[in-house]
């Protein structure tokens, strides 16, 4: 909870990362909030107060989850919302021509038109599948497998459009960018 806090606040896009993972943590518990009291609050080093708005925090989630019906697959309505909001600020930047993130997506959009065809188009939106790409590479890295060079050359791509887009996106929440 604390984390997502600050990571929201610092970085959209490794909050958005970190939600995506909070997801399927609760997924890989089956929702089962005494399991995660057991395995991952209670493990915690922290006050009882903290670790009550914690356990509040998984419970919320967990509640979410169910009402929008993303037990199994899919992502909370904050979440999406958060992708919605940068691909606001990603169409912005594409059409006020900023020459920095032009010229990243430029490079990208190749290998976002081959991770589409490889989803068989089920995202369409392009940062969701700049997101989908970088969290499928996280995972693999979390199972601790290889990832070839190709990968690593479009995670690099990908990552610059991201990290410029989150930047902008900051800029955008502190009122320093205006979508027009």
């Not at 009882?48 to 708005?53: A, G, H, I, N």
């Not at 920095?100 to 997506?105: A, E, H, L, R």
């Not at 969701?128 to 693999?140: K, M, N, P, R, T």
Request: charged content about 25%.
């Amino acid at each position: 909870m604390y984390t997502s806090a600050q990571k929201k606040k610092d970085n959209i896009a490794e909050y958005l990362l970190y939600m995506w993972q909070i997801e399927d943590l609760i997924r890989a518990y089956k929702l089962d909030i005494d399991a995660i009291n057991t395995q991952i609050v209670e493990k915690h080093e922290l006050p009882t107060s903290k670790k009550t708005e914690l356990l509040e925090w998984y419970e919320q989630l967990i509640d979410m989850m169910r009402s929008e019906n993303v037990i199994e697959k899919g992502h909370l309505q904050i979440n999406n919302n958060i992708v919605i909001d940068l691909t606001d600020v990603h169409i912005y930047l594409l059409n006020s021509k900023n020459p920095q993130y032009n010229s990243f997506y430029q490079k990208a959009i190749p290998i976002i038109n081959e991770l589409k065809a490889k989803q068989n188009s089920t995202i369409e939106n392009e940062i969701e599948v700049c997101f989908s790409f970088i969290y499928g590479i996280l995972l693999l890295k979390i199972q601790q497998k290889e990832i070839s060079k190709e990968t690593a050359s479009a995670q690099t791509l990908i990552t610059q459009i991201i990290s410029l887009l989150a930047i902008k996106y900051k800029e955008y929440k502190e009122g320093k960018l205006v979508l027009e």
